[in-house]
């Protein structure tokens, strides 16, 4: 029951933003202290104040008073001194409790934790009591607990100590506003210290309080903080000697339970009340721009920014559109509209102007003044130069920029100004999207920047305003339900493998909950139902799910202010970056300016695929000016051939695609907004307008001139608000908040609204109310579903841009993807199969050839010649060029039309440092003659054995005409025999043939040197390497080569492809005949479609069922052709997951679906491929040559291995003459053959066979469970 007499507020509250010490959930905290009848409540985290401001909004909205503190961590000497560890044994730290009395003791407050965090950190956040003096003013201290420098000396017996440690508060604080804090857990030393404690209070005429150390809110929740201490130790509950809190006392009690424990000092509560009462605290949440950064003029600019944001306009007009503004803006019609908009009444915000009538020119300059005048009304033109600035650097050093994200590329300032790069009047977007007059917002420009250089431009931003003035956000990772499991499981000692079957139960869904988990997994209810020891480690998770764990830094979020970041906010360290403590949230409401770097990986791409092609085929290619009508662009696009295509490489837009027929930039925006749950099932409906106008129906006439682009579907948000505009005579401010307040179903606005909607399609167009009603309810149900159009324009824009590379320069575009996947096994092993799908040979590396990244490699190229020692110094004059466009052979350059060679970063184990280094020294010495030249040549720290290893493996070496296994053999001796020159060299000796390096070096010209193909001759070994003695004789006596078995697996495991053959390729030819189709044409099938394909199965992901919880699989498999995600779900799970492995070559059976999010592949059946081939393949013909002189063999080797291999295919023979095939005939019925791989290859590679037909079985799948039992 709630106290009657609630003069007690709890001062001492640690929630779980101590991390993994406290565990009050904030929300909980309040619910318990609001049954308590407590009118205040403190928040004191150890060290941070992480939760201040949710925990403020969160007591004022349960109305409750928030008291904002922290208990610091003091030490007595410098903060800045890092000696000894500082441990919480009250040592060489100690704990110091504060409150915010009022503003200034909050911005103090701010202060102090942030120095603490950016200066006093060592091990935990520090201050001093130097620091702690300077910032002392409108805070409230206190004598702390037991950990505390008060409390400590008197632990200690240091009464003498501990009386100077409070005159020196006391001094610090003053004696109003300094409190001697008693604390009784049952802990024998706090129980020794109270009475040295009050003696103190007497002595210094001190005010009492009594705190209860809170880390937990209710008492039977100390089991799981407990279990919560372990996790942040990684100790087990068992540990003897592990930390733990005494007792379990430390919940929030209630006045009683705190009045009988000092009972024998009834004041200490009541004080409690006091402190309450002396902080009143009110933190300011400014709506407008005030904390906004200002930009600096540049001193040569003598008007204000408002008038600077209007010449860089000016200036973007002409560059842009060609127009003169002071030419178009002296139109009578213009020059009308423009006066209205800049002579207003004193406190009249701008009204929409007319469009009607004005030519383009002039409707660009009175948008232009439109928009310009609303940004200055709403205070917001230091955020648009602080933008424009920013970006103009970044795009004056190279920086690739994004042509826009979200609504901001619907204002035409931003266009004019550069932070745009599209036109919002072609896409007839909507500055109030963006920026609404009648609903002062923060505008919010979300820029996409390449990702390899976004950190450029932060600095750039911290350079320009100040370090103190620019961080980056921080985020929390909390505990989510998977998580706790295994946490708790893990400190209550429970085996790894049943702490993972436990957290298995939990159904595969985002976000999901411990309670919806049980409620969902009849599995998980039933273990805890029988299980005593899973009951208490779901018990103790539900208490701890969703707590803070531990924090991070944002991937984009930066905070730009106009002072000292800590004016506002504290601040930490993330990654080495000053980071504020607050979260995007919080920010936003204490009216920071908040910026999204974000990192776009296909900027990276787009960069690097210019670059490849300026490099390699027109060096004056600028991606900006490409046209948006190219038709081998949309010829790829409806060929559904969009793998690597930004936004549109899934199957299901593949499908989307192909339905629509794309044939301008339009429908690619429409599909974008279109592909998403919901809005899809329109997909249909827009491809038939499109083919079909006469299909094509309006909700009312009048929205035709809004609808037609989109066939009468309301796409985008923006047509929500502008058929309210026509229907209803909205503003399109006003019709933004009735497109927010449709979005967010808020029925009390939606009611108003529909008033308003309903009398304005009456007035405006005498629409009776059935049908306004109508219309509005139409508008309703898209709002929920329309999308962003000015961010899908801007999106389907670099979608456009990745698919002209696509089409357009293949080998280039293909190669920059590769090189942004680098380090992504599955991905790169996924774009090589498009590649190569695409006709694009991809090379695997080589010493001499390979660049860091994947390269391009087209038609002509000639390769570097290896050089001796002497003659290396002479090629230095080789262009980066030659090196970049080689080793591919005239006949190979004409087959393929380009390759792609393999990047030494890309190899699993090299790196990009040692791959750096590699090309260094071949760019300034020269290419390498061999492995022993290599090995000579680089320094070992940068290229050490496990790099030379992979480097062997994967064929690096192959040019030299060395076989793999020897050299990897070898590599050890190698090592040591540069190791000892090092030392011999370090010692100033000189070997017998160091002595006649220059004599014995390789001639120029290839004499005695490389054989002019990178590939050194034995005898052309250079001098300088040629103490290898003891490797030259083990590689003479090594054993064979690496098998190809062994050879492919190295291959595949370091790059993620295969380079000397393929696994598959013993098969070939009986698979592609098995096949149903080709790997490349199964998702064009129609829904139904019922196939059968052999392959590689990798990239297996394991799942459990939303319906049943019944276990599924997802992998992908691959063919020569190319690779495909497929699905085996629970049914042919449960019959044939175990065939399911990595790398197994297996064969496959089940049909396609096909519905509104595209098709996809349903595997029912799956068979080790060898076990399948005989029993799949019905006949074999072989067509023979019928004059070969070898005709006899074939027949006698054909006759043996029938002999040895009996089984059940048939065998016809036939002659294969010019232009004909002469009939066939059967082998007798008695000879019949078990066909297997490498005895077919055998056979097929006769040179007496002309060619081979093979006749399959007819695909037959097994009946579907749930048919089998009717039958």
Known sequence: MPSADPNFVHLHVHSDYSLLDGSCRIDRLLKRTNELGMKAIALTDHGNLYGAIEFYK?????????????????????????????????????????????????????????????????????????????????????????????????????????????????EIFGRENYFIELQDHGIPEQRKIIPGLLDLAQEFKLQVICSNDVHYVNHGDAGPHDAMLCIQTGSKIDDEKRMRFSGSQFYLKSREEMAQVFREVPASLTNTQLVADMCELAIPFPKGSERYPKYPLPPEIKTDRGGYLQDLCVAGLRRRYGVDYFAAASHPAAAER???????????????????????????????????????????????????????????????????????????????????????????????????????????????????????????????????????????????????????????????????????????????????????????????????????????????EGMVRNTGKHAAGIIITDQPLDDFVPLTLQEGDVTVQFDMGAVTKLGLLKMDFLGLKTLTVIADAVDNVRRTADPKFDIETIPLDDPKTYAMLNAGKTVGVFQLESSGMQSACKQVGVSNIDDINAICALYRPGPMQFIPDYARGKKDPSTVEYPHPLLEQSLQETYGIIVYQEQVMECAKIIAGYTLGGADMLRRAMGKKDAEAMAKERVKFVEGAKRVNAIDEKKANEIFDLLN?????????????????????????????????????????????????????????????????????????????????????????????????????????????????????????????????????????????????????????????????????????????????????????????????????VAARARDRAAGQHSFLDMFAEDLAPKKNGKNGSNGHGAATPSSRPASGSDFSTLDSQLSTSSDDFTSTERLTFEKELLGFYVSGHPLNVFAGLTEAIDTYPITELLNQGDRTEFRLCGIVSGIAKRLSKKDNRPWASFTLATKAGALPLNMFADGYANYGTVLAENALVLVQGNIIVNQEGARVNVKECYPLENQIAGLVRKVTWLLRPAHPELAGFFHQLRATLDKQSGDTRLELGFAFPNRFAPCAEISTALTWKVNGPSFQALRSHPAVAGVQIETRRLELKQDRRWAKRG
């Open 338 to 544: 423009l006066d209205k908009l800049t002579n207003l009444p004193a406190g009249e915000k701008p009204q929409p102007p007319d469009y009607t009538g004005l030519t383009h020119e002039e409707e660009l300059v009175v948008r232009m003044g439109y928009e310009l005048s609303i940004i200055r009304v709403t205070g917001f033109i230091d955020y648009f130069l602080v933008v424009w600035d920013f970006i103009a650097w970044a795009k004056s050093h190279g920086v690739p920029v994004g042509p826009g994200r979200g609504s901001g590329a619907g204002c035409l300032v931003a266009y004019l100004l550069g932070i745009t790069n599209l036109d919002p009047l072609r896409f007839k977007l909507l500055f109030e999207r963006f920026l609404n007059p009648e609903r002062v917002s923060p505008p919010d420009f979300d820029i996409d920047f390449c990702m390899r250089r976004r950190e450029e431009v932060i600095n750039y931003v911290r350079e320009k305003y100040g370090k103190d003035c620019v961080a980056n956000i921080i985020t929390y990772g909390t505990l989510g339900a998977k998580m706790v499991i295994r946490d708790v499981s893990r400190v209550h000692n429970l085996p790894f493998a049943e702490a993972d079957r436990l957290a298995k139960m939990i159904p595969d869904e985002l976000n999901i909950t411990l309670t919806d988990a049980i409620a969902k997994s009849a599995e998980l209810s039933s273990e805890i139902a029988r299980n005593p020891v899973a009951k208490k480690i779901v018990d103790q998770a539900l208490v701890l």
């Open 58 to 170: 969160a007591a004022k909205d349960a109305q409750v008073k928030p008291l904002i503190g922290c208990e610091l961590y003091l030490v007595e000497h410098s903060r800045l001194e890092k000696h000894g560890r500082s441990d919480d044994d009250g040592k060489t730290i100690f704990h110091l409790g504060l409150l915010a009395r009022n503003l200034t003791g909050y911005q103090n407050l701010l202060k102090l934790v942030s120095d603490a965090h950016l200066k006093g950190f060592y091990y935990k956040p520090r201050t001093d009591i130097e620091t702690l003096a300077k910032y002392a003013g409108g805070l409230i201290g206190f004598s702390g607990c037991l950990a505390s420098l008060v409390p400590q000396h008197l632990l200690n017996d240091r009464e003498d100590e501990a009386r100077k440690a409070c005159a020196r508060f006391v």
């Open 781 to 977: 149900k898209f709002a929920s579903y329309g999308f962003n159009k000015s961010h899908s324009a801007a999106y389907a824009l670099v979608s456009y841009q990745t698919a002209f590379l696509k089409a357009n320069y293949p080998v280039q575009f293909m190669a920059a993807v590769l090189t942004a996947e680098l380090g992504n096994a599955e991905k790169v092993s996924h774009f090589i199969a498009e590649a190569e799908a695409m006709g694009i040979t991809v090379l695997g590396p080589d010493i001499n050839e390979s660049r860091e990244m994947f390269t391009p490699v087209l038609r002509g190229a000639s390769s570097p010649r290896a050089q001796s020692p002497e003659s290396r110094v002479q090629s230095q004059a080789d262009s980066e060029l030659s090196a970049l466009n080689s080793q591919l052979s005239a006949a190979e350059a004409d087959r393929a039309g380009g390759a792609i060679r393999f990047g030494l970063a890309g190899i699993k184990g090299v790196g990009e440092l040692a791959a750096q280094k590699i090309i260094e020294e071949r760019d300034k010495n020269g290419a390498f003659c061999d492995f022993d030249d290599f090995a000579a040549r680089m320094d070992g720290r940068a290229v050490n054995k496990r790099v030379l290893e992979h480097l062997v493996k994967t064929g690096a070496f192959d040019y030299s005409g060395a076989p793999r296994k020897p050299l990897f053999d070898g590599i050890d001796a190698a090592l040591a025999t």
